[in-house]
C-alpha cells in the first residue's frame, strides 16, 4: 500500500492533519470542534493535492517509462523515436529523453539487422545462381568429352571451347566479386592523378569498336575540338566505368543502331553521357539496375554475356570519386548514362587558350 500513490499520500496527509491539529491545540482559545474540523479539512485538502501530484507528475512518468522499458526487452521494433511522452519534471524529462533515444537507436538496429539479413539470403541466392551456370556448362561439356565425343576432333574442339567461355565467365565473376568486396571494405585505394578523359574515352572507343562493328553499331564520340579534358581521378578505374558504361550501350542496342558519347565542360567538372537506342528500361527496373545481380531481363541478359556486377561496381567507383552514376531511360527509345568528375590542373576550357 505505501509504494501507491494513495497509500503514501493517505500517510503524508494524516501526518500534516495532526501535526497541524497539535499545533492549534497549543492555543488556548482553541475548541475541540474546530481542532477537529481543522484536522478534517488538512487531511482531504492534503490528501488530494498529495494524491494527484505523485499519480500524474510522477507514477504516470514512471509507468510510461516502464512500458518503453519493457517494451525494448520484448525487442519492438514499433517503438518510433516520433512517439515521445512529455515528462512534467526535469530529472523525469531527462530520463525520457534518454529512454526514447536508446528505443530510436535499438530500432534502428533492428530494422538494419533485418534488412541485412534479408539481403545476406537474397545474395547467397544471386550468387549461387550465378556461380551454377558456368560450372554446369563447362561440366557438361567435359563430361560429354569424357564420354566418347572427344574422338571426334570437330565436336571436342567446339565442346572445349565452349567449356573454356564457361571457365572464363566464371572467372570473370569471380574478379568482379573481389573488386566489389574490395572496394566496399575499404582494400582498394584510389589513386588519383590528371589525366585526359578525351584520351581515355578513345582508347576504350578503339578497344570496343571491334564489337560494335559485328553488330553494325556506329561509336559517335562528341567533343569540342581545342579543348583539353584534364581531370583529376583514378585513371585505371574511371577507366573501367568507360568500358562497361561503353560495352553495355553496344551489348543492349538495337542492331546498326548508334552509341553517343559526349564529353563537354560544366563548370568545375567534366560531364559525360552515353546514349543508345537500346530498348530502354522500365522505370520500375531504374532504382534496381546498380544493385548486385539485377538484370532487367535475366534470360537475354545472359545471353549477352557479363556478370551481372558491371554497374554496381560503376557505381562504387564513382561514389570513392564522390559522384555518383544518373541514368533515364524511355523505353522503346533507349537509355542515357551520365555522371561528372573534377576539372583537373592544365585543362584548357572550350573558347580559351592556355
Known amino acids: 500500500m505505501v509504494s501507491t500513490s494513495r497509500g ?42 498529495i494524491h494527484l501530484s505523485l499519480e500524474f507528475l510522477v507514477f504516470r512518468e514512471i509507468s510510461n517509462i516502464y ?11 514499433a517503438i518510433k523515436a516520433t512517439k515521445k511522452m512529455k515528462a512534467s519534471l526535469p530529472p523525469l524529462k531527462s530520463l525520457q529523453a534518454n529512454i526514447n ?33 558456368p560450372i554446369f556448362a563447362a561440366q557438361g561439356y567435359i563430361h560429354t568429352l569424357l564420354d566418347g565425343a572427344v574422338e571426334d ?15 572464363n565467365n566464371l572467372e570473370n565473376l569471380v574478379q568482379d566479386l573481389i573488386t566489389i568486396n574490395q572496394i566496399e571494405s575499404g582494400f582498394i585505394r584510389f589513386h588519383p592523378v590528371n589525366f585526359d578523359l578525351k584520351n581515355s574515352i578513345m582508347e576504350v572507343i578503339e578497344q570496343l569498336e571491334g564489337k560494335a562493328h559485328k553488330r553494325g553499331i556506329k561509336i559517335d564520340f562528341q567533343y569540342e575540338a ?6 583529376y581521378a583514378d585513371r585505371d578505374k574511371i577507366y573501367r566505368v568507360l568500358q562497361n558504361l561503353v ?4 551489348k543492349y542496342n538495337k542492331e546498326e543502331g548508334k ?17 543508345d537506342q537500346g530498348p530502354g528500361i522500365h522505370p520500375e527496373d531504374l532504382k534496381r539496375i546498380f544493385e548486385r545481380f539485377y538484370r532487367v531481363e535475366k534470360s537475354r541478359s545472359r545471353e549477352k554475356g557479363g556478370t551481372g556486377l558491371g554497374l554496381a561496381i560503376v557505381k562504387h567507383i564513382l561514389e570513392g570519386h564522390k559522384s555518383k552514376i544518373s541514368v533515364s531511360s524511355i523505353v522503346g527509345k533507349g537509355s542515357v548514362f551520365s555522371f ?13 587558350k592556355e
Open 226 to 231: 581545342g579543348s583539353t579534358y584534364i581531370t
Open 340 to 352: 561528372d568528375l573534377p576539372v583537373g590542373t592544365s585543362a584548357v576550357l572550350p573558347g580559351k
Open 259 to 275: 552509341v553517343t558519347i559526349q564529353l563537354s565542360h560544366n563548370k568545375n567538372h567534366l560531364s559525360i553521357k552515353i546514349k
Open 67 to 77: 512500458n518503453v522499458l519493457e517494451k525494448i526487452q520484448k525487442k519492438d521494433v
Open 153 to 167: 576432333h570437330t565436336v571436342r574442339d567446339k565442346f572445349l571451347k565452349r567449356a573454356a567461355k564457361s571457365l
Open 101 to 133: 533515444a536508446y528505443a530510436a537507436a535499438k530500432n534502428r538496429e533492428i530494422e538494419t539487422l533485418q534488412k541485412n539479413e534479408t539481403f545476406r539470403k537474397e545474395f547467397i541466392a544471386d550468387i549461387s545462381h550465378e556461380l551454377k551456370t
Open 247 to 250: 560495352s553495355n550501350a553496344i
Open 8 to 49: 503514501i499520500a493517505l500517510i503524508l496527509s494524516f501526518s500534516i492533519a495532526v501535526l497541524l491539529v497539535a499545533f492549534l491545540s497549543l492555543i488556548e482559545d482553541s475548541r475541540g470542534l474546530v481542532l477537529l474540523a481543522t484536522g478534517a479539512l488538512s487531511f482531504s485538502i492534503s490528501y488530494l493535492l
